[in-house]
């Protein structure tokens, strides 16, 4: 997006505002923040903010002579209407869940993220085309003409498209699963540094070098400071514990994100539901209010999830052990409350590589125990083609070979070890 002057505004019914996220969504967006309004009061049925403030708005526009008003709360069409009205002429009036909506549609990369985005957009506009419909009495077009079932109709054809690119992917897992790879997700809220921590575990990536076209899998991971740079799930080939895996980092979670995103992007969400672990990355420097409270958003949408939950205090290198320990026990608390398994939370720094080593680990405790399996088959090409195709798929520990027959030791999942019986016995095993 073009960079564009904008002057951001946030109302609270009783808490004092916080402009931080709304500030940074609107700088991912593309605008620079010239100045910020807010007020604590309840909303006004016509324009959010009391008469006062929101005619200090419009003289702040005129001052600034910026064209854009972001607002971090969900407007009313009558809202924006009366907002715009009150403001300069041309003064364009853009609310928190159409700024997000925005951002996804400049970061969609894929087929799947450009229909999800539309149909997130589509679901956003719904209400308040039937809300425009309703005061026209029996006019039922917006005002480009577009019938309010026509886009029903759309969405509903999103979703049967979504539906069958949801069933490719569950098809592709299953096939990678026959492969003998486990699954690890990478979850939290964006700039959390979910993919910066997805560089250091993958095995073709490397953290210094991002940029480097890798097409066997899903494109590289970017690891800029930016909000929703991960929009599409991005997943690499990693090495746990000795352990083939395949390493998602999922789109990024954000405070009070529209319901309608969450829906159109379901099928993002199924990445970590699917999981054998998933990795929930934190920000260990947010305050400990902050952080219980994107832990709670985070537990809910994770409530699906199949595997372990392990929570991980990215850049704990900026605390000190008092505030760790205090960010431990706000982790175990939220974990509690929802009556989760989940272990004490792993301390990194995904910046400076520290303590990975014992992430790794705890990842491969997550993940669900290997078959130990020994097999002694005949001695000839055919064998040697099974060992070739353990090597690809489990971790060998020993192949021992003798005049006649070829003893294997290899650990793998359930699906490789009743895939490769089956090979030794169509080989005729020894033993």
């Given at each position: 997006?073009?960079s564009q ?5 946030k ?8 402009t ?5 969504l ?6 620079e ?7 604590t009061r309840?909303?006004d049925?016509?324009l959010q903010?009391?008469r006062?403030?929101?005619e200090?708005l419009?003289?702040t526009?005129?001052?600034?002579g910026?064209?854009?008003?972001v607002?971090d709360?969900?407007?009313?069409p ?11 002429e041309?003064?364009e009036?853009i609310?928190?869940h159409r700024?997000v909506l925005?951002?996804?549609?400049e970061?969609a990369g894929?087929k799947?993220a ?7 957009t589509l679901?956003w506009?719904l209400p308040?085309?039937k ?5 026209q009495?029996m006019n039922k077009f917006?005002?480009s003409?577009t019938?309010?079932y026509?886009?029903l109709?759309?969405i509903?054809?999103l ?18 699963r ?20 997805l560089?250091?575990?993958?095995d ?5 070098t991002s ?9 590289t991971a970017e690891?800029?400071d ?6 599409e799930?991005t997943?690499?080939?990693?090495t746990?514990?000795?352990r ?9 979670f954000?405070?009070?994100?529209p ?13 970590t539901?699917s999981?054998?672990c998933?990795?929930l990355?934190t ?6 209010a902050e952080?219980?409270?994107?832990l ?7 409530a699906d999830?199949e595997g ?5 205090l ?8 008092d ?10 608390a ?5 009556g ?6 792993v301390?990194?720094?995904a910046?400076?590589?520290r303590?990975?080593?014992a992430?790794?680990e705890r ?5 669900s125990?290997?078959?130990e ?6 001695n000839d090409?055919?064998a040697m ?5 353990l090597y690809d798929?489990?971790?060998v520990s020993d192949?021992t ?8 030791e ?14 030794a016995e ?6």
């Open positions: 997006m073009q002057d904008a002057v951001i505004a109302r609270t019914a009783d808490d004092s505002p916080d931080e996220e709304i500030r940074r609107a700088e991912s967006a593309g605008y923040v010239v100045a910020e309004l807010t007020q309840p909303p049925s016509s903010f009391g006062g403030k929101a200090e419009a003289e526009v005129a001052e600034t910026t064209g854009v008003v607002f709360n969900d407007l009313t009558t809202q924006t209407v009366e907002l715009a009205e009150l403001c300069p041309g003064t009036i609310d928190r700024l925005a951002i996804f549609e970061q894929s799947r450009e229909l999800q985005v539309e149909r997130a679901a506009t308040r085309i809300e425009r419909t309703e005061e009495a917006t005002e003409g019938r309010y026509d886009v109709d759309r509903d054809e979703d049967r498209k979504l539906s069958s690119l949801g069933d490719e992917a569950t098809a592709r897992r299953e096939r990678r026959e492969e003998g790879f486990e699954f690890v997700a990478l979850a939290g809220y964006t700039n959390a540094g979910k993919s910066t921590l560089h250091r575990l993958a073709d990536l490397d953290y210094e940029g480097t076209d890798h097409s066997d899998l899903d494109a690891i800029e930016r909000l929703f740079e991960t929009l799930t997943t690499r080939r990693a746990i514990d000795g083939r895996t395949l390493v998602t980092d999922t789109v990024g954000v405070s009070d994100l319901h309608e995103l969450v829906a159109s992007f379901h099928g993002t969400l199924s990445e539901a999981a054998d998933v990795v990355v920000d260990a420097g947010d305050p400990p952080l219980r409270e994107k709670e958003t985070s537990f809910e949408l994770l999830a372990e939950l392990l929570p991980v990215n850049k704990a290198d900026v605390l000190d052990a505030e760790l320990a205090e960010r431990e026990a706000v982790v175990a939220v974990a509690d409350e929802f989760t398994d989940s272990a004490d939370p301390p990194v720094s910046t400076e590589g303590n990975l080593g992430l790794r990842i491969a405790e997550c993940l125990d290997r078959r399996v020994e097999l002694v088959l005949p090409g055919d083609s099974l060992v070739s195709w798929r489990a971790s192949v070979y003798r005049d006649d027959e070829v003893r294997i290899f650990s793998a999942t359930d699906s490789v070890a009743e895939r490769a019986s089956s090979k169509s080989l005729g095993v020894v033993r």
